[in-house]
């Protein structure tokens, strides 16, 4: 049976509450925050112009990029800033605000471990068995 | 560019380049949001008699006279703004200000008005936050900015219904009584 793999990138300890933390997950960089207790984990680049997101601010549950002040929820990857003022007419400015990649978390002990994405050549990620292919624990 | 100027703020621990990327950033998100707010004026018909197209005009004059006062420091610190631009609208530090689908519609409007300038209030924060106690002349600035952009999004967000703004009109449209001691190439 095909499991999603989950490997150890930090301990508990490590990022304060309203902190970042820059981890690496198959030569990935990866954002770790710790939101008042619950962690979170996304892609360290931003989705609209690769800005360094590590390097961003965290406003509530959103991570704000230094480079163009795009905002996405940690919890969903979904752009909240400019997409909620981009107006509907204009369609083709969604390209600027596609969803942050977010990765699951669990928390064992005072690890936490991150799921590994889907490796080269997988297909797109909508399915849980696309995400599952290749994948043994 | 003025070298002991740019000398100074090194060797106080500023990294020069990283502050010019984000004051010219900072410039661009000015410049570009003059030219939207230009649209939003002028489509702001009737919105509360005229007193949001009035607001507009305040803060659409004041970003403008923000690129104005930030141009100068840019190359004091031996920064320069592109020449072209397109390139310099692409590295402007805060969205597009859109005007919305329907621009009959009030909040719509609004929610592009405030949350235009939220983006400029994170943008000098961060400036202040960089340059405190290290780079007076930009912090200044930088300050003077910020204490326009917080006063327009409450202008903005007391007609989104978040509470009084506490101000008053400006006595002359885009007056800038924080930023204007900085323009001096211009007649204020």
């Known amino acids: 049976m095909k499991r999603k793999r989950f490997v150890k990138v930090a301990e508990i300890g490590q990022i304060p509450p309203g902190q ?37 601010t965290l406003c509530e549950e959103a991570i704000q990029c230094p480079w163009h002040h795009h905002r996405y929820d940690v919890r969903t990857g979904q752009n909240v800033y400019p997409k909620n003022v981009y107006p509907a007419d204009m369609p083709w400015l969604l390209e600027q605000v596609g969803s942050l990649q977010v990765y699951r978390i669990k928390i064992k002990g005072a690890d936490i471990l991150l799921e590994e994405p889907p490796g080269p050549g997988c297909p797109s990620p909508d399915g849980e068995a696309a995400q599952d292919a290749g994948k043994t624990e | 560019m003025a070298k002991v100027a740019r000398q100074v703020v090194e060797q106080a621990g500023i990294n020069v380049d990283q502050l010019l990327e984000k004051l010219v950033a900072a410039a661009a998100a000015e ?43 840019i190359y004091e610190l031996g920064g320069k703004l592109s020449r072209d631009i397109r390139e310099f609208a692409d590295v402007a530090g805060c969205p597009d200000a859109y005007l919305p689908a329907d621009p009959r519609n009030v909040q719509e409007m609004l929610k592009v008005l405030v949350e235009a300038e939220r983006c400029a209030i994170r943008v000098y924060t961060e400036i202040c ?11 200044s600035l930088a300050l003077a900015v910020l204490h326009e952009e917080i006063e327009h999004e409450a202008w903005f967000s007391e007609f989104l219904g978040e509470g009084p703004s506490g101000h008053f009109r400006r006595e002359t449209p885009g007056q800038s009584p924080y930023v204007s001691r900085f323009m001096t190439a211009m007649q204020k």
Not at chain 1, 21 to 26: D, E, G
Not at chain 2, 44 to 64: N, P, V, Y
Not at chain 2, 129 to 139: P, Q
């Open chain 2, 31 to 73: 410049f570009t949001t003059y030219y939207y707010y230009t649209i939003l004026r002028i489509n702001s018909i009737g919105f509360d008699g005229e007193g949001l197209k009035e607001i507009i005009e305040d803060a659409r004059i004041e970003d403008r006279n923000h690129f104005e006062a930030l141009a100068p420091r």
């Open chain 1, 20 to 56: 970042i933390k820059t981890v690496n997950l198959q030569d990935q960089n990866v954002v770790l925050i710790n939101l008042g207790g619950s962690y979170f984990a996304f892609d360290a680049r931003c989705p609209h112009q690769g800005g360094p997101l590590a390097e961003g």
């Open chain 2, 129 to 139: 936050n960089m340059t405190a106690g290290k780079d007076h002349r930009t912090y």
